[in-house]
């Protein structure tokens, strides 16, 4: 599937317009219309931030079947995560960021 389509598709499930979707995301109206129109497609950080205003993975907005190769141990996580809204996230990443920094003093 195009990546047109799918932002469409996913646009479709959180009932959200593509106004909605650039003031959330943070990106330009323009931007998310050639989006849309197939035009262009986003790079990294706005990709993360559009699967954030849509509360998907970035596996789930590029289809790219990594989601499937999640472990039973993890699965769930990952869900959990893209529930919580954009400061629970900016909390948890900051979290996970310091528990690595510990974990580097200690090897």
């Known amino acids: 599937m195009a990546f047109?389509?799918?932002?469409?598709e996913l646009m479709n499930r959180k009932n959200m317009?593509?106004?909605e979707l650039a003031r959330t995301a943070g990106l330009s109206e323009a931007a998310v219309s050639d989006y849309l129109k197939g035009k262009k497609e986003p790079r990294g950080r706005q990709s993360?931030?559009?699967a954030n205003a849509l509360e998907v993975s970035?596996?789930?907005l590029w289809e790219t079947g990594f989601d499937n190769d999640v472990p039973e141990v993890?699965?769930?996580?990952?869900?959990?995560y893209f529930l919580l809204n954009n400061d629970s996230r900016k909390i948890v990443d900051s979290l996970i960021e310091q528990l690595l920094e510990m974990q580097e003093k200690d090897n």
């Open 58 to 60: 970035l596996d789930t």
């Open 48 to 50: 993360i931030a559009i």
């Open 4 to 8: 047109a389509d799918k932002l469409k």
């Open 17 to 19: 317009k593509a106004v």
């Open 74 to 80: 993890g699965s769930g996580i990952n869900d959990k």
